[in-house]
């Protein structure tokens, strides 16, 4: 796998650079790290607050209510009924739209049609919500609505143009 | 988002109160436990990538991929802060090799700078442009289908890229053009 090597060759040649370049390696990186602790403490309050609301909205039965209700909807722009749900909640959290792809796969098959419009699904588009809170965190009276709107449109344009794609490709 | 959250959670608890109102406490703790474990996690994640970045950075290897795509970010951004285009370059090409972790605290880093010298349009664009999610790799839902038994896991390769960069061409045109209508209606008021 390629892949799987272009992070330590990446970590190697960089850290390999440095010490050429007479940087103190360790301290360098010692004091890089030390930028977590600020930077958790600035986005974890944001982090509670959507994760809170998403595990409610879950338990009240809300969340599959309304992925029934617009399963028509997305029957209509070519987005297969099964795969509402991830549609749904890829927006929020990238973990629970990856056990929701699991799902679908051991459920229908990762071959099926519906598995790869899962896999498109999944991995065009970030979570849209939880890169707002993260980017704009703590960033007071601007509210983020517009960026966040074009977002969410553009990645259901790419989701109903994916699973066309899945089909002609 | 506070109207969101206020009528999501609003609505959220009156079902509940409904079907099963015991188990509206403990939601709220789980998810609060989910926030804890996540935060766990990306301290974890992040530790990794800043102190990486900052040898990187330390190395001056970072100011010449910074250099490198600054003609692309400058446009984009509509900035001449330093601070900004560095972290914004190292945010772009971690979010296209797929190493999120290393793209999340950059992209916060440049939102800050953009954010202090009140560039909505750049934000906006630097978020956009991370939420279309362009890897040249996806490697973690092609691992899952290798996983599942796909015959051909990489058959969804194409489809993905297509439509990631649907995603992004469809972002980038709507804040340019959402950013151009709004700065015009500032002129006429």
Known sequence: MIFAVFVPLLFLAVFLAAAVRRVKVYDSFASGAAGVLPLLKSLFPYIAAVLVLAELFEASGLSSLLAEALSPAFGALGIPKEIARLVLIKPFSGSGALSVVSELFSEYGADSYIGRCASVVYASGETVFYLSAVYFAGSGKKKPVLPVVIALVSNLAAIVLGCLFCRVL | ?189
């Open chain 2, 1 to 189: 988002m506070n109207v969101l959250f206020t009528v999501v959670f609003a609505a959220s608890a009156a079902a509940l109160l409904f079907r099963d109102a015991a188990a509206f406490l403990p939601a709220l703790l789980a998810g609060a436990g989910k926030a804890v474990a996540l935060g766990l996690q990306l301290a974890a994640v992040w530790a990794v990538w800043l102190g990486f970045l900052r040898v990187a950075e330390d190395a001056g290897l970072l100011g010449a991929v910074s250099r490198g795509l600054r003609p692309l970010t400058r446009r984009l951004l509509h900035t001449e802060n330093e601070a900004a285009l560095s972290q914004a370059a190292v945010n772009l090409s971690a979010n296209l090799l797929g190493m999120g972790g290393a793209a999340t605290p950059a992209g916060a880093a440049a939102m800050r700078h953009l954010g202090g010298d009140g560039n909505a349009r750049g934000r906006a664009m630097l978020f956009v442009i991370g939420c279309a999610g362009v890897q040249i790799f996806p490697s973690t839902v092609i691992s899952l289908r290798a996983a599942a038994g796909a015959a051909d896991p990489y058959d969804v390769y194409l489809p993905i890229l297509l439509a990631s960069l649907c995603a992004l061409a469809l972002g980038v045109g709507a804040v340019l053009l959402a950013y151009a209508i709004k700065r015009k209606k500032g002129r006429g008021a």
